[in-house]
């Protein structure tokens, strides 16, 4: 396992797992989503969710403005965001 990959498993697990001294916003919790899926599964794939899915189409369009971004780049971001919002 590379350990870029490494860093980001442990970053996802922070954010899963973390309590009361980490809690993100709206906003940064759909960059981290967007985040994983691309570093994780690629580009944004399947069909736009509907106008009355208001969380599903802001998950999908979200993702849908990484397009183009490289699974490491992802990561790297990730990374780079938790880095960000723990420190203030």
Partial sequence: MSDLKAQF?????????AEGDFEPSNET??????LYKQAT?????????GMLDVVGRAKYGAWEELKGMSS????????D????????
Avoid: C, H, T
Wanted: hydrophobic share 35%.
């Fill in 29 to 34: 919790k759909l960059a981290f989503y967007a």
């Fill in 9 to 17: 498993e442990e970053a996802v697990n922070y954010v899963q797992s």
């Fill in 41 to 49: 599964q690629g580009d944004v794939s399947g069909k736009k969710p």
């Fill in 81 to 88: 965001r938790l880095e960000a919002a723990k420190n203030g």
């Fill in 72 to 79: 490491d780049e992802a990561m790297q971001k990730y990374i």
